[in-house]
């Protein structure tokens, strides 16, 4: 079946402006992971999702940052007025069950956003 | 502040060679262990999971896991060229309200197998 996708693959922007970081979950999937990875560094977890419930925003770098689900599926990272360390590859993750179950997480091939 | 720990590496082995990839962790309570493979510039990819104490294989690949010593590792039975990347151990937390869905990731392994 279909994994987990995510759009655009590549993004180049100017500081300053807003971008939209999309991931559609494997079908059936209730947890998501929205992670930034610099080069040549680890994962830094960004925010999950379970469900309808409320996400869990502790890894959010600062209030620029923002992230939605909507439906319990498609997701949306969104960076206001972006800045230079912005730069990373955005790698979404979604798994059956989320919270204390043994289901791994499987990723996206992640989105590749530079800032100029 | 809940740890996995791994050497960064590189580890170098030559072909034909037995890897072998370390990992600890804090919580004594984790009950769920994978391994990730992490091609350059690529995204990771679920290569191994392992829940019970000893070891588990699956083709050239073993995991092991010491609970007791908060201790997984990943053997690489005739290492490959094509087996060269980073290797992510994450670590499955006991349900604490679902903070980070609870999978906690170490920084990777950097694994070169010289021809």
């Known amino acids: 079946g279909a994994g987990v996708s995510q759009s655009p693959s590549n993004k180049v922007t100017e500081k300053g402006k807003d971008v939209e970081l999309r991931c559609d979950p494997i079908s059936g999937h209730t947890a998501l992971y929205w992670y930034r990875q610099s080069l040549g560094q680890g994962l830094e977890f960004l925010i999950y999702?379970?469900?309808?419930?409320?996400?869990?925003k502790s890894g959010l770098p600062s209030d620029r940052f923002s992230a939605e689900r909507t439906g319990g599926s498609v997701s949306t990272l969104t960076i206001q007025r972006t800045q230079q360390e912005d730069s990373a590859v955005y790698l979404c993750?979604?798994?059956?069950?989320?919270?204390?179950?043994?289901?791994?997480?499987?990723f996206g091939d992640g989105t590749r956003l530079s800032i100029l | 502040q809940k740890e996995v720990e791994q050497n960064s590496g590189p580890l170098s082995v030559p072909e034909g060679a037995i890897a072998s990839l370390n990992c600890t962790y804090s919580d004594r309570g984790s009950q769920s262990f994978f391994w990730y493979r992490q091609y350059s510039g690529k995204s990771p990819e679920l290569i191994m999971s392992i829940y019970s104490n000893g070891d588990k294989e699956d083709g050239r690949f073993t995991a092991q896991l010491n609970k007791a010593s908060q201790y997984v590792s990943l053997l690489i039975r005739d290492s490959q060229p094509s087996d060269s990347a980073t290797y992510l151990c994450a670590v499955t937390l006991p349900w604490n309200g679902g903070s980070q869905g609870n999978l906690i990731f170490g920084k990777g392994t950097k694994l070169s197998v010289k021809p």
């Open positions: 999702f379970q469900g309808n419930s409320a996400p869990d």
């Open positions: 993750a979604s798994s059956l069950v989320g919270g204390g179950s043994n289901q791994p997480q499987h």
